[in-house]
């Protein structure tokens, strides 16, 4: 029988949910997950109630079944301890965030697993656009498509100056940002800009994303965590259950959207993508990457 997705979550808990403590760990912080080889490290500040979730898959971080599940497991966990208030998400990779989803994951896919892979986006969406702790991306390089969506799902976004862009850029690859993609989007940078933005596919300078809102700071990449952990202090002032209602008020009509038309998202992407015409755009997409290099 197919487990149903918190069932899959659950199993995921036990099998990582020793908290690991290294002896050279502050007393105060105790880690999640450490090991060099995890696709995604947390630790949480027991001190300030603070966790930060790095993604740590190289080169690009992008976002495969494994990195979505072990995001979702993460976040799960870290709601589920009572002292923990806020999360700052970020990557251990300086100069990339997130390439977002993991392109090979829809590149001549087996059916299954493209189904599983798009239902825990989903879940980790879900999650993080209604977590009950306050989140703030420092997004400490580039962060297209996938990359844009996760910081989009957090309550404040820092990024680091430079030659970094952000932005959903889904119709450069032929795609099409599904409609949970543009009511983050919307509920950000409003209306029109999201029009421009996802018609065009954009991918927006630290300075423009400034200028429309996509992004509320832009700093150099020595402070975006200090500028992250700063932003945090103010956020954990408001009482907890005034600053968690006011956001369900506001985030949780867009959840509760995706969550009544789910089954139909999944059809209707895994329809979209099996077609001929966007399979061949994924893979010229796929071949300009690695012409790049060249
Ligand atoms: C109406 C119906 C609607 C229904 C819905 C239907 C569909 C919606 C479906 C999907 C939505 C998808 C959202 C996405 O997130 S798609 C992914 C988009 N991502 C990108 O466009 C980013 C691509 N990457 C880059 O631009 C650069 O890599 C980057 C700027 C991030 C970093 O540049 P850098 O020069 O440092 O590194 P590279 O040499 O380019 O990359 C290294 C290595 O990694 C590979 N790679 C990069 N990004 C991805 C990726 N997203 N997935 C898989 N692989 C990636 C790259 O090819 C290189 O590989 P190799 O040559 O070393 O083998």
Not at 172 to 192: C, E, K, S, Y
């Amino acid at each position: 029988m197919a487990l149903s997705f918190s069932a899959k979550l659950m199993r995921g808990v036990s099998r990582c949910a020793a908290l690991v403590t290294p002896k050279t760990a502050p007393t105060s912080c105790r880690y999640f997950s450490s090991a060099e080889n995890s696709r995604v490290l947390v630790n949480l500040n027991d001190k300030t109630g603070v966790a930060t979730m790095q993604l740590n898959r190289p080169p690009v971080n992008s976002l495969n079944l494994e990195v979505l599940t072990d995001m979702t497991i993460a976040l799960d966990k870290l709601q589920t301890e009572k002292d923990c208030r806020g999360m700052i998400l970020t990557s251990s990779s300086p100069g990339i965030f997130c390439a977002g989803l993991d392109i090979m994951e829809m590149y001549n896919p087996q059916e299954d697993r493209l189904r599983e892979f798009w239902r825990t986006l989903q879940e980790l969406w879900k999650m993080m656009y209604g977590s009950r702790l306050a989140t703030i991306a420092a997004i400490n390089g580039h962060s297209p498509a996938g990359g844009c969506l996760l910081s989009l799902t957090c309550d404040y976004r820092i990024m680091a100056q430079g030659k970094f862009t952000i932005g959903l850029n889904e119709t450069l690859l032929g795609i099409v940002a599904p409609f949970w993609f543009q009511d983050t989007m919307v509920n950000t940078v409003g209306h029109r800009e999201t029009e421009r933005a996802l018609q065009l596919g954009l991918l927006y300078s630290g300075e423009n994303a400034l200028k429309v809102g996509l992004i509320d700071e832009l700093v150099s990449p020595e402070k975006v965590m200090e500028t992250a952990e700063g932003q945090m202090q103010m956020w954990l002032k408001i009482p907890d259950f005034a600053r968690q209602l006011t956001k369900e008020q506001l985030r949780g009509p867009t959840v509760q959207k995706l969550a009544q038309h789910q089954e139909a998202d999944i059809d209707h992407f895994v329809n979209f993508i099996t077609k001929k015409a966007i399979q061949k755009s994924l893979e010229m997409y796929l071949n300009m990457l690695k012409q790049k290099k060249k």
